[in-house]
Structure formats: structure tokens, C-alpha cells
């Protein structure tokens, strides 16, 4: 197929041939095994929204059981079969099940692929204006691995056994166990396949990125003119690239202690009446493989979601980000960071104390530049003009989230008070909100945004903000009162707290967030409804709803294969000039020369029209920001 | 029948759901747009303000009026100084939190969409910047530094006086040992001597083993040194005693230890808090399987000579298990009678005969 050949490099090719080609090809090459990153986007984001309402649905279930412990949940049977008990209760370790499922589910499948694949695939090509990824095929293969991964994923929940239920982190030995729990039977044999194929198609991707947005940059579009997002995703393939195959290795480790024999983690267990063999491993070990992915994996979740939402903020604000350099400065500061930081997981699993001492000081040292974006985003709206587009809401809601959230980190990195909050739902608050909620947010806020340029259609505004409004107060209605119940000190991956005295209250705000969640999960079909009815019936969206400066908004309604028709524009400004003073429009967008903005321009700005002449790329560096 | 008429009332409610959202619509279509967008972002300022002022309204109200009941009492010495840093450290965030969520909902309201206003260029201000770089650094430091002091008491090394107790978790229970009267040490397990009856794996051939006891709850002496040695037996559990702010994981084939002090005794907890019926509990916090949230065992502090009564009333474990003799060298057999108690047996047993016979005549 023709337009498969198209590399951005050869330009003069595909400036003159692409739209001849555009409406070659068939269904399978058009839809499902495409190259373009638009459609690949797409593709990432439909099978994320199908991931979330699953993860989201595993979560309401298993809130019924700790909100509401005495009801008869026998009309779940036609669903659940067997793992509803003859009393009509959930099993119990079902539940755990649902625990491990909804926690894989939500980090990996929605938060990372979901909203990275999404987010990224589309927005890099876009806005740093390239024609496409580097490689359109590896990026294709990237999706297809993904959606390999999730077939096996989503089969695993209907083994006999059940899914993996050894908790998201999988720590051996229970995971290593089938005798410990049923789950790390077949489950979790399927659970280390899924993952291991995610953990391809997500370093594809990654690689990708990062090619990307080194190499296929527009004239004009040196680092300093990138939009913040792109900053994000490129600090996030970064995490991801060096994060990922730690978690590689722990999985073929844990699939050796499972399978061949071997005792990386296991040592000394006696279980099901009889003495293993196994002798000399460590389970600490496998914590700090896991964990050596899994911190920045936090920040894998939540740089996109917190690019997405610095774009959306500067725009609807109608003034520029406060601080760009800041913004660049503090994700890259979070990123390093990001990568020793993660045995804060770990205070009270055996492991050296001084080493926990080490871990409490860059932990906190990691707020520091997380507490520098916040006021940063408060600052960007302070003196705006802001306009409450629904992805305005959901980007104010994740910078509210990221406060809430973050800043209960500052006790739980603290080494000495985390003793007691570990593992309790303290932590489940902090986390849901910080790096959950915040980043879903972002990933909402995102589609609110981009719905226009992925399909040429408008949704539903009073919709979206409806759909903000409960989501919003459905969210701190079930994550704040867990803050209560954890400094109670009542432990996580609880089926019930009725076994002991200390942890027998607080059935009321139990029942609140149970009911609280049901209300929010509710909400996200006035979403699903004006996502998929806005597809089709949406009113048709005008070149530049949001009045934003990024290229993406430069391209046709419904960008082909190329993205641009003709030559790609060429970028002179930064992507925040909104409402500079003495321009007529309340933006400037990247592309627009200085030489025809003399009004507007700072005295500096003047200087560049000389350089603008050449018809050079711009690579002196801008020296207002 | 039922759900079916459930099921029709569904997809009629959806269907006029959908309605309204259709006219809606046409009659949006009408409505000039701009004017629209002003009005409803009226709608959203307002909502915001009365979001933060009803939201922190709430967490202030709740947090003081049920203080109570979402505070354990604390009954260790180290609980006490990590308390403390919790308190401390939950004002400056507070603080913080209040004055940032302020200021930004403020914002959103003051600032909303105005169409004969402009925003400013604003792009930077350094000394802003620096500020609330260098201030939030500041504080944090603060809170590190003290915290670590904490952390370095806490898990420096136990004094060579404490009280060796020691915990193992197994699906889906604990079981103690403690090192027994005559020798006070714990005597050498090993995994592989494991079996229905030697739960700890106790390595016979230790002499240190012959007198220790398995205890049905757990004691502690108040105000002295209390050193957990904890172990697991299969997968990973984690000690929790939440009155005593104390956590360790227990993990296969490593020990991992923890160090505190009780300050309150049952009944003097039990005075405090006005339940004549509290207990101390203890639980698992590490996901170990089906039985993960039934992991309760009973905590007992005791005066320190109440406790001392306690730990010599309780029988041995190999006086419990004579069996078991057999695995004991020859060399150490009359240490082992004497250490386990057991040379009393034969004494219990004629004197437990002869009342037996007094009541029989």
C-alpha cells in the first residue's frame, strides 16, 4: 500500500502525492492494521475506554462487598457464577481478585496505554509538526502487542481459578504459589504474559516518542518552542524506555521461581504440609525490582495528564503557562528523581533501615518540584480570562486532585510516620487521588480537548461539564473519607474489619464511598453517550474551537494521512502567546512570523524578524522565557 | 416479572433522558453562543466557590466533631514521637493546603470568562519562582530532619535486656513463641523441621529450644523493651499493632525485627478509653491470600510482675509435646526434663491421681 511508504523525510514526495492516496486502501489497512498515529491514537483510546469501564465496574463490586458487607448480592450470579457464595456473598478470594484486577487494570491497560498511547500517538506528529511517527510500523505493532496483551488479560478473568489475586504489585511468594491462592495458578501465568507483552508494545511506543520528537521537529520547533505536553511525553517515554525493563526482569524471574525451579524469591516456605525446596531467594528482591518500575511508573501515569492539563489551563486561561522554563525544569527534575525514590514503598518490609532513611530524603525532595508545578498552575490562572470548557473543568479538577493527593505524601514518605499509615487506606486515599484520579482526569480533560481534532466533531459542552460536576464531587466523596479510615489504621485489601475490635466502625463512611463510587461510575456513561454520539451526530467542529496556538489546530477538520495538506507550517514563536499585549486576537499561534505581528512584539521579538527573513529555522534561543 | 418491569422503567427513563438532551440542543442551536458560554461560566464560578467553601467546610466540621473516633490511643513510647510528627506535619499541610486551594478556587472565580476583559501576560516572575521553591524545601527539610531522628530511634538496635518474643505468620494465623523461663533465649528453627505439631520448625538439638513456650495470646511487660523477632512460614505477612504504632513485614526466610516500648497496660487502656471491653489486637497488612483480613490475635499488656506470673504459668512447648523427646541428642535429655519442666510431670501426675482417688472416696 502506497501511503504506508510515506516517510516524513522524503517531504517533496508526500507533499504532492498524499492526498491522492488518501482514500486508497481498505478496511483492515485503513482501521485496523493502520500506520497512521491519528488512527493508532484512536485505537489506544477506544480500547482504554473499554479497559476503564471494566476496571471501574471490578471496583463497584467490590465496593458493594466493603460498603454494604450484609446485603445479598445473589443477583450478581448471572455475572459472577461461582464466586458469588451460597449465602450470597463474595467470595473471598474473588475479592482479592478484584482487588489485583482493578489495580493491574487501571495502571497499566487505562493510565498507561490508555492515556500515554492515546495522548502521545496523537499529540507528538501534531505538535511538533511531523507527518507521522518515525515508524509507523513499529507504532502499529505497538498497539497490536497491546491489544495481544489485553486479549490474554481479559481471558484470564474467566479461568476457572480466577485471575491473579496476589494484589497489582504481585509480590512472590504468594504470586509464585498456586497453593497460597488460587489465583497465581493459571491466572497469574496469564497475568505475567499480558504483562510481558505490555511491556513490549509500551517500549515500541516509547521509542517512538522519543525518535519522534528528537528528530521529526518542524523548522522552527527547537526545544524551548515545544508545547508542554510534548515535554511530557518525551519525559515519559524517557521513564518508561529506562523503567520498563526492570519490570521485565522480575516478571522472567518470577516465571523461572514459578515454573523451572529456580529461587530468586522464594527461600525457606512451608506451605500445604510439606517443605519446598526452594532456599536462598529473596522476596525483598522481587520488591525492588517491582518497585524500580514501579515508582516511575506514578510518573508515567501522571506527566501526561499533567502536559494535557498544562496546555489545556494556559489555553482557557487565555495566558500563557507562568514559569515555562519551571514547567520544563520540574518534570525533568520529577524524572530523575523518580528513579531512586522507590524503596519509600518499602520502610517496613525488612529492608535496611539507613537505606530508608536514604529513601525518606529524596522521597521529600521529589515535592519540592511537584509543589513548584502546583503554584505554577495557580499562578497561570491567576489574572486570566477563564473559559469553562469542559476539559478546563477536568484540568482544574486534576490540579485540585494533584494537591489533595500530593500533599499526603509528604507523611507517607516520612520513613518514621509511615509505620503506621503503610498499607492502610491512608495510602489508598493518597494514591488514588494523586496519581488515579489526577491523571484520569487528564486523560478526560485530554479527550474533552482533542474530541475536535480526532473527529472533526464537537461534544456535547453542558454534557461534558455535567459529567465534570458528579464526577468531580463523586471522586473526593469517595477517596477524603479514606483518609479518616486509614489514620483509624484500618489495613488495605481488607474483605471486611469485623474480625477485630480496633477496626470495627465507620460502616457509615464505608457505605458513603461505596455509594459514592456507584454515583461516579454512573456518571461516566453521560460520557460514553456523548463520546460515541458526538462520533457521529456531534456539530462539526470549526478549524480552532479552543482559539489555541498549537500546530495541531493549523491542520485540516479531519487531518489525512500527512496531516498537513502542502507543506508543513513552519514555527517562529513559543505556544503561549495568548492575549499579548497589542495584538487584535487573544492568540497568536506558533506559526505566525513575528514580521507580521509589529504590534505585539517585545523589543527582542523585533530582532528575530531578521532571522525570520532568511527563511532560516529559528534556533537562537528565545530569549523571553 | 419484576425485573423486567425494572428493565422497561430503564429504558424509558433513558429515552426521556435522551429527549431533553435532543431538544436541548435544537434549542441551543438557536441561542447565541457567546452569550451562552458567559452565563454558563457564571454558573461554574459560582459552583467552584461553593465547592471549596462547602468542601473544606465539611473536613473541618468532621475532622474536630469525630476526632475520636478516627484516632487510636497510643500505647508505645515511639508511637508517642511518630504521633507527634503526624500532627505536626498534618498543620503545616493543612495550612498549606487551605491557603493553595484558596488561592487557586479564588482565582477561578475572580478570573472567570469576562468578554470585555483580557487576561495579563504574565510568562514569569524569578523571585516568585524562587520563593516558593526555596520556602517549600525549607519546611520539608524541617520535616525530614525530624523525622529521620525518629526513624533512627526507632530502628536502632534493641538493648540486650529486651523481652524476645517471636512472631510468625502463616495463612491464616500467628503463632508465638516466647524464649522461656530458665534460659531466655530462643532456641534454633529450621523450615524443614516443620511439621502438623512443630510449627515453629524447633530445632531440638538447641538446647536453648527445651523451654520454650507457645503462648495462645500475646504479653507484654509495660515499660520494658520489647523485642520482635518475626518470621513467616509461606508467603509474606506483615505484623500490625496499631495501638503500639508498630509494623514489620514478616517474610519466608528472613528475619525481620522491630523494637518498642508499651506504655499502657490492658486495663489502664481499657480505663482510658471507657470500654471495659478493649483489647489490644494484632493484624496482618501484607495481601497473603483468602484469610488476609482474619488474621486477629489477642495483645495482652501486663504490669511487668503480672507478666513474669504469666510466662511461668505457661507449660513449654516440648511439655506439651513429649513425643518429640525422641529428636532431643541423648547427651541433653536430662537438661531437656529439667529446662521443659517435663521431671515435674511425674509429681503432677500421682498428686492429679491422689485427688482423684480422695474424691472417689
Known amino acids: 500500500m502506497a501511503t504506508i511508504d510515506i516517510h516524513p523525510q522524503t517531504e517533496v514526495h508526500h507533499d504532492d502525492h498524499e492526498h491522492d492516496h488518501e482514500h486508497h486502501g481498505n478496511f483492515w489497512t485503513n482501521y485496523i492494521f493502520c500506520q497512521d498515529h491519528k488512527v493508532i491514537a484512536k485505537q489506544f483510546l477506544i480500547t482504554g475506554i473499554f479497559w476503564a469501564l471494566l476496571g471501574g465496574m471490578l471496583s463497584v463490586i467490590f465496593r458493594l462487598q466493603l460498603g454494604f458487607p450484609d446485603a445479598n448480592l445473589e443477583w450478581l450470579r448471572p455475572i459472577l457464577g461461582g464466586w458469588i457464595t451460597g449465602d450470597g456473598k463474595i467470595d473471598t478470594e474473588f475479592y482479592l481478585a478484584l482487588v489485583t484486577m482493578h489495580g493491574t487494570i487501571m495502571v497499566f491497560f487505562v493510565l498507561t496505554a490508555g492515556l500515554s498511547g492515546t495522548f502521545s500517538n496523537f499529540l507528538i506528529p501534531l505538535q511538533i509538526g511531523a507527518r507521522d511517527m518515525a515508524s509507523g510500523f513499529m507504532n502499529m505493532l505497538s498497539y497490536w502487542f497491546f491489544f495481544l496483551s489485553s486479549v490474554i488479560m481479559f481471558t484470564s478473568l474467566f479461568l476457572s481459578t480466577g485471575p491473579a489475586g496476589g494484589g497489582w504489585t504481585i509480590y512472590p511468594p504468594l504470586s509464585a504459589l498456586p497453593q497460597a491462592i488460587s489465583g497465581s495458578g493459571l491466572g497469574m501465568t496469564l497475568w505475567l504474559v499480558a504483562m510481558a507483552l505490555f511491556i513490549v508494545s509500551s517500549l515500541l511506543g516509547g521509542i517512538n516518542y522519543i525518535t519522534t520528537v528528537i528528530n521529526m521537529r518542524t523548522k522552527g520547533m527547537s526545544f524551548t ?198 498499607d492502610t487506606y491512608f495510602v489508598v486515599a493518597h494514591f488514588h487521588l494523586v496519581m488515579g484520579s489526577a491523571s484520569f482526569f487528564g486523560m478526560m480533560a485530554g479527550v474533552y480537548h482533542w474530541f475536535p481534532k480526532m473527529f472533526g466533531r464537537m461534544m456535547d459542552y453542558k454534557l461534558g461539564q455535567l459529567h465534570f460536576w458528579i464526577t468531580f464531587v463523586g471522586v473526593y466523596l469517595v477517596f477524603f473519607p479514606m483518609h479518616y479510615i486509614g489514620i483509624a489504621g484500618f489495613p488495605r485489601r481488607y474483605y471486611s474489619w469485623t474480625n477485630f475490635e480496633t477496626f470495627n466502625s465507620f460502616a457509615d463512611l464505608n457505605m458513603l464511598v461505596s ?47 500527512g496531516n498537513w495538506v502542502g507543506e508543513i507550517p513552519t514555527v517562529y514563536r513559543w505556544p503561549y502567546d495568548y492575549s499579548k499585549p497589542g495584538s487584535k486576537d487573544d492568540f497568536i499561534p506558533q506559526h505566525i512570523p513575528y514580521s507580521e505581528t509589529p504590534e505585539s512584539n517585545l523589543p527582542h521579538e523585533n530582532e528575530l524578524i531578521k532571522l525570520e527573513m532568511g527563511n532560516e529555522a529559528i534556533v537562537v534561543e528565545n530569549k523571553k522565557h | 416479572m419484576m425485573s423486567l418491569i425494572i428493565g422497561l422503567g430503564l429504558v424509558l427513563v433513558l429515552g426521556i433522558l435522551y429527549m431533553i438532551f435532543r431538544i436541548s440542543n435544537l434549542v441551543g442551536l438557536v441561542k447565541n453562543e457567546e452569550e451562552d458560554i458567559e452565563s454558563g461560566n457564571n ?316 474424691i472417689a472416696n
Open chain 1, 225 to 422: 518552542k515545544m508545547p508542554l505536553t510534548i515535554w511530557a511525553f518525551f519525559f515519559t517515554a524517557i521513564i518508561g524506555v529506562l523503567s520498563f525493563p526492570v519490570l521485565f526482569s522480575a516478571a522472567l524471574l518470577l516465571i523461572f521461581d514459578r515454573s523451572f525451579g529456580t529461587s530468586f524469591f522464594l527461600s525457606d516456605i512451608y506451605i500445604g504440609g510439606e517443605a519446598l525446596p526452594n532456599q536462598g531467594g529473596s522476596p525483598v528482591l522481587f520488591q525492588h525490582l517491582f518497585w524500580f518500575l514501579g515508582h516511575p511508573e506514578v510518573y508515567i501515569v501522571l506527566l501526561p495528564a499533567l502536559g494535557l492539563s498544562s496546555e489545556i489551563i494556559a489555553t482557557n486561561s487565555r495566558k500563557p503557562i507562568f514559569g515555562y522554563k519551571a514547567m520544563v525544569g520540574s518534570m525533568l527534575f520529577i524524572a530523575i528523581l523518580s528513579f531512586v525514590v522507590w524503596a519509600h514503598h518499602m520502610f517496613v518490609t525488612g529492608m535496611n533501615p539507613f537505606l530508608g532513611s536514604i529513601f525518606t530524603l529524596l522521597t521529600l525532595i521529589i515535592a519540592v518540584p511537584s509543589a513548584v508545578k502546583i503554584f505554577n498552575y495557580v499562578a497561570t490562572l491567576w489574572k486570566g480570562n477563564i473559559i469553562f470548557t469542559p476539559a478546563m473543568l477536568f484540568s482544574i479538577g486534576l490540579v485540585s486532585f494533584f494537591l489533595t493527593g500530593g500533599i499526603t505524601g509528604i507523611f507517607l514518605g516520612n520513613s518514621a510516620v509511615d509505620i503506621q499509615l503503610h
Open chain 1, 515 to 561: 455509594a459514592a463510587a456507584i454515583l461516579t461510575m454512573v456518571a461516566q456513561f453521560i460520557f460514553l453517550f456523548n463520546f460515541f454520539y458526538s462520533i457521529f451526530r456531534g456539530k462539526p467542529a470549526p478549524a480552532n474551537p479552543w482559539n489555541s496556538n498549537t500546530l495541531e489546530w493549523t491542520t485540516p477538520r479531519n487531518p489525512g494521512h
Open chain 2, 43 to 358: 454558573i461554574h464560578g459560582y459552583l467552584f466557590m461553593a465547592f471549596i467553601i462547602l468542601g473544606l467546610g465539611l473536613f473541618f466540621w468532621y475532622s474536630f466533631t469525630h476526632f475520636k473516633s478516627y484516632t487510636l490511643p497510643v500505647a508505645s513510647e515511639h508511637g508517642v514521637v511518630t504521633d507527634n510528627l503526624f500532627w505536626v506535619s498534618m498543620v503545616v499541610i493543612v495550612v498549606a493546603f487551605v491557603i493553595i486551594s484558596l488561592a487557586m478556587f479564588w482565582f477561578i472565580f475572580k478570573y472567570r470568562y469576562n468578554k470585555n476583559r483580557r487576561a495579563e501576560y504574565i510568562a514569569d516572575n524569578h523571585v516568585l519562582e524562587i520563593v516558593w521553591t526555596v520556602i517549600p524545601a525549607i519546611v520539608l527539610a524541617l520535616l525530614i530532619f525530624s523525622g529521620l531522628r525518629a526513624w533512627n530511634d526507632i530502628t536502632g538496635p534493641a538493648s540486650k535486656e529486651a523481652e524476645v518474643v517471636e512472631l510468625v505468620g502463616q495463612q491464616w494465623y500467628w503463632t508465638v513463641r516466647y524464649p522461656g523461663v530458665k534460659d531466655n533465649q530462643l532456641g534454633h528453627h529450621n523450615y524443614k523441621l516443620i511439621d502438623a505439631s512443630n510449627e515453629f520448625g524447633l530445632d531440638l538439638t538447641d538446647k536453648n529450644s527445651f523451654d520454650d513456650f507457645k503462648a495462645s495470646e500475646l504479653h507484654f511487660p509495660k515499660g520494658k523493651e520489647i523485642l520482635l523477632k518475626i518470621r513467616a512460614k509461606d508467603v509474606l505477612h506483615s505484623v500490625f499493632l496499631p495501638h503500639f504504632r508498630v509494623k514489620m513485614d514478616a517474610v519466608p526466610g528472613m528475619q525481620t525485627t522491630f523494637k518498642f516500648i508499651a506504655t499502657k497496660t490492658t486495663d489502664e487502656m481499657r480505663e482510658e478509653t471507657g470500654n471495659s471491653k478493649f483489647n489490644y489486637e494484632m493484624a496482618c497488612t501484607e495481601i497473603c491470600g483468602k484469610g488476609h483480613f482474619s488474621m486477629r490475635f489477642l495483645v495482652v499488656v501486663d504490669e511487668p510482675e503480672a507478666y513474669e506470673k504469666w510466662k511461668v504459668s505457661q507449660e513449654t512447648w516440648l511439655k506439651l509435646n513429649p513425643d518429640y523427646m525422641k529428636y532431643v541428642p541423648d547427651g541433653l535429655k536430662e537438661a531437656a526434663m529439667i529446662n521443659s519442666g517435663m521431671d515435674n510431670i511425674s509429681n503432677t501426675a500421682t498428686q492429679a491421681t491422689a485427688t482423684t482417688v480422695s
